[in-house]
T-cell receptor
Framework: AQSVTQLGSHVSVSEGALVLLRCNYS??????LFWYVQYPNQGLQLLLK??????LVKGINGFEAEFKKSETSFHLTKPSAHMSDAAEYFC????????????FGTGTKLQVIP | GAVVSQHPSWVICKSGTSVKIECRSL??????MFWYRQFPKQSLMLMAT?????????EQGVEKDKFLINHASLTLSTLTVTSAHPEDSSFYIC???????????FGAGTRLSVL
């Protein structure tokens, strides 16, 4: 069985400050890991993915995440928060290999304070 | 990237009626699509896996007769909520695997309100 745990359901940062959203995973096989962003009343948009290549993954909108096997973590970071980053962020895991179902974390709502 | 279209985006219906939600992959063929349900301020819960040309695979606790899934073509899957009740009110989201296989592309979601 696979699962992800997102620490902190709400995170608030000041505009221009570092964004750090935490995700720890559990998987019995090498995982594929994802971060998705969801804006109100919309579907999910893929920010970035880890699929066993480089451990530091760069995504869209200036986000990046680092896969740390020893810590079973895949935290999402952005050096400088922008007001438009305010949204809900979901970490997700699937078994390696294509066409596997994905398990989502409970989400972290990011608030950016002007 | 791949585009998944979901329709309608919002539907309001009376209790006891049935509602059909469509999920289309616009620029790729999707042999596998997924249907999720999302309650307010919660994560996505997988309801079922829709396979083209075969029966859907439902997650534990999801009523097959309540949530009918049809995946008749490589670009279209439908979810029909039969005899809808107020407790079925939720945000329903579909997704499809793109060509890469390990990435899911999501529709914009359908908000169902049952009166």
């Amino acid at each position: 069985a696979q699962s992800v745990t997102q620490l902190g359901s709400h995170v608030s940062v000041s505009e221009g400050a570092l964004v750090l959203l935490r995700c720890n995973y559990s998987s019995s096989v090498p995982p594929y890991l994802f971060w998705y962003v969801q804006y109100p009343n919309q579907g999910l948009q893929l920010l970035l993915k880890y699929t066993s290549a480089a451990t530091l993954v760069k995504g869209i909108n200036g986000f990046e995440a680092e896969f740390k096997k020893s810590e079973t973590s895949f935290h999402l970071t952005k050096p400088s928060a922008h007001m438009s980053d305010a949204a809900e962020y979901f970490c997700a895991v699937s078994d390696s290999g294509g066409y596997q179902k994905v398990t989502f974390g409970t989400g972290t709502k990011l608030q950016v304070i002007p | 990237g791949a585009v998944v279209s979901q329709h309608p985006s919002w539907v309001i219906c009376k209790s006891g009626t049935s509602v059909k939600i469509e999920c289309r992959s616009l620029d790729f063929q999707a042999t596998t699509m997924f249907w999720y349900r999302q309650f307010p301020k919660q994560s996505l819960m997988l309801m079922a896996t829709s396979n083209e040309g075969s029966k859907a695979t439902y997650e534990q606790g999801v009523e097959k007769d309540k949530f009918l899934i049809n995946h008749a073509s490589l670009t279209l899957s439908t979810l029909t909520v039969t005899s809808a009740h107020p407790e079925d009110s939720s945000f329903y989201i579909c997704s499809a695997h793109g060509r890469e296989g390990n990435i899911q592309y999501f529709g914009a979601g359908t908000r169902l309100s049952v009166l």
